[in-house]
Nanobody, 124 residues
Framework: VLLEESGGGLVQAGGSLILTCADSKHTFSNHALAWFRRAPGKEREFVAAISWNGGTTHYADSAKGRFTISRDKSKYAMFLHLDTLTPEDTAVYHC??????????????????WGQGTQVTVSS
């Protein structure tokens, strides 16, 4: 397993979580990383992405102002800080690594490597 997510759980509306994506084989230091999510009965959607050096970030409109993506290259890890959660944020959150070094995209098709996902459930 190249990417491993953790940090999901059950939280009340308005609460916070921090998701972690571990680059367990130290493979993706020069790759953009991203978070996607899939809610029950819905298509997978883009949440946020960060460039290989952390200098550029992209967010879905639903994530702007509430979620923060970051990475710590010394720890081979990426993070997604989720704030002001709502029941609509309930989903399985997956991290992904971009297909090629130095690229960056919001399109899931550009990400070749995926983690198994971590469940986030927000109760009302």
């Amino acid at each position: 397993v190249l990417l491993e997510e953790s940090g999901g759980g059950l939280v009340q509306a308005g609460g916070s979580l921090i998701l972690t994506c571990a680059d367990s084989k130290h493979t993706f230091s020069n790759h953009a990383l991203a978070w996607f999510r899939r809610a029950p009965g819905k298509e997978r959607e883009f949440v946020a992405a960060i460039s290989w050096n952390g200098g550029t970030t992209h967010y879905a409109d639903s994530a702007k102002g509430r979620f923060t993506i970051s990475r710590d290259k010394s720890k081979y890890a990426m993070f997604l800080h989720l704030d002001t959660l709502t029941p609509e944020d309930t989903a399985v959150y997956h991290c992904a690594a971009y297909n090629l070094p130095y690229g960056l995209s919001r399109d899931a098709g550009g990400y070749r490597y995926w983690g198994q996902g971590t469940q986030v459930t927000v109760s009302s």
